[in-house]
């Protein structure tokens, strides 16, 4: 009995898609329009309107026109799944005490600020304690050029009482 029924319910199929085919092929040949299309390939060189100028090109990565912007630094605001990604610290070890450089920690801030992590840095030794961010594929920084640089800095006790 399964047998009968699966072979009308393939045969019912079947003449769906037979019947859903022909009015595909009916509506194409009554309501298809056909197009000509002509190029003209005579003048293979076209003028260039006076008008038509520029050139489209980003580089953000690399920031090729030579400034130094924020979105060269890798995770510049902590806000990555892991805070600290994009930043390496070489000379920390976090299992010690880092008296002979440093160590820097995230800390999240409650609030409605557009900066909702921070990162506190703590520094044993001016000498040892190393902090850097790899950027996207490096900075693209160069030899002997001049750059700016701007961030925000406070004291640990300026910061908790915002």
């Known amino acids: 009995m399964k047998e009968i029924i ?15 085919f022909i009015l595909l092929v009916v509506a194409e040949l009554t309501l298809g329009q056909s197009n000509k299309l002509t190029v003209d390939v005579s003048n293979s060189i076209s003028k260039i309107q006076p008008t038509m100028y520029g050139i489209f090109f980003e580089d953000i990565n690399f920031a090729a026109d030579g400034g ?19 930043w390496l610290q070489p000379n920390t070890n976090r299992y010690s005490l880092n008296k002979s ?5 995230i800390i999240k801030i409650q609030g409605s ?5 921070i990162c506190r840095v703590t520094i044993n030794s001016d000498t040892g304690y190393v902090l850097l961010n790899e ?3 490096g900075m693209g920084i160069k030899k002997n050029i001049l ?7 406070a004291k640990q006790s300026e910061i908790y009482e915002k």
Do not use: H
Request: with cysteine.
């Open 113 to 117: 600020g557009s900066n909702r992590n």
């Open 135 to 137: 950027g996207f594929r």
């Open 147 to 153: 750059y700016r640089l701007s961030l925000c800095a």
């Open 6 to 20: 699966g072979n009308n319910s393939t045969k019912c199929k079947m003449k769906k898609v037979v019947i859903s």
């Open 101 to 105: 450089s440093g160590a820097a920690q």
């Open 68 to 86: 130094l912007y924020a979105e060269m630094v890798k995770n510049r605001g902590f806000e990555f799944e892991e805070p600290m990604m994009g």
